[in-house]
């Protein structure tokens, strides 16, 4: 039976997934590349993702983001070129690849049960993010809203947690599934990447500045910025410093400058939050 690197997996988590391995008879090979996914996923450490990092101590770590970002950036181009599409939506073309082969692998099964391990991972990651939200600045309550459901309205902190949430599940499954499927490359890895690296959310947006339409890669941090509080620094590619944050729950086309006024729109993501109510 494969054994795991005691500090990124617990007890439970090893025996299940020991268990899902030995009820559907892995080879080897793939195996070692499930272990090697699983393990790098529950490696991430949300309670460091959910701290707030002064805001001097985050710039200094943006020329390697940067440096990520353009890594991701061209990991997902190719895709987006081949079918006409957004790099937002480029994203999903690798995963559905890397599922209809599992179908044909046999190992589409293997995964629907793997996901629980790393939704579960997910979850944690969740979690992490709304005790974080508590302890940051928040957006206003929607007036025409149900503060016990979270119903009515995208923007509120709960469901900004939930949303963080929600990606990781995404990407955190995206590469299990690439890693093991597509052994030749694996696009998601510059997404895994930039979670080791602090990422609390990853999102291609549509921007605009002074009338020139561009989709940047923006992450989210959990910054402290003076006079700011604790905030969600939004990081675009290409920035050398952090000029734009937002509020828990502020929608994504409200974008605060951390300093003076900002001329930079996002106009545009594929995401069902975006929209104003």
């Not at 080791?196 to 910054?223: P, W, Y």
Request: glycine letters at 4%; aromatic letters at 12%; hydrophobic letters at 35%.
């Amino acid at each position: 039976m494969p054994r795991y690197r005691q500090d990124t997996m617990n007890e439970p988590d090893m025996i299940m997934l020991d268990n899902i391995i030995a009820k559907y008879q892995i080879g080897k090979e793939a195996t070692s590349l499930i272990v090697q996914s699983c393990t790098r996923i529950n490696a991430i450490d949300e309670a460091k993702t959910f701290s707030y990092e002064p805001l001097e101590e985050f710039e200094k770590r943006l020329s390697y983001l940067n440096s990520l970002k353009e890594k991701a950036t061209k990991s997902f181009r190719p895709f987006a070129d081949r079918y006409e599409t957004s790099l937002c939506a480029a994203m999903g073309v690798p995963m559905m690849e890397s599922i209809a082969k599992s179908r044909k692998t046999g190992n589409y099964e293997v995964f629907h049960e793997l996901f629980g391990l790393t939704n579960a991972k997910a979850k944690k990651f969740g979690l992490a993010a709304l005790y974080s939200s508590i302890h940051g600045q928040k957006n206003k309550v929607p007036s025409a809203y149900n503060i016990v459901f979270d119903r009515d309205s995208p923007w509120t902190y709960r469901n900004e947690a939930e949303h963080m949430e929600e990606y990781a599940r995404y990407h955190f499954n995206s590469y299990m599934i690439n890693h093991v499927e597509n052994t030749e490359s694996n696009p998601f890895e510059p997404v895994m990447e930039l979670y080791e690296n602090g990422s609390a959310d990853f999102i291609f947006m549509q921007t605009e500045q002074d009338k020139i339409t561009t989709e940047r890669l923006a992450t989210f941090h959990t910054v402290n910025i003076p006079d700011k509080g604790n905030v969600i620094a939004v990081h675009m590619t290409g920035d050398e410093k952090l000029f734009h944050y937002r509020k828990w729950g502020e929608p994504y086309y409200i974008i605060n400058s951390v300093k003076g006024q900002t001329k930079l729109k996002v106009i545009g993501i594929a995401d069902q939050r975006f929209l104003a109510d």
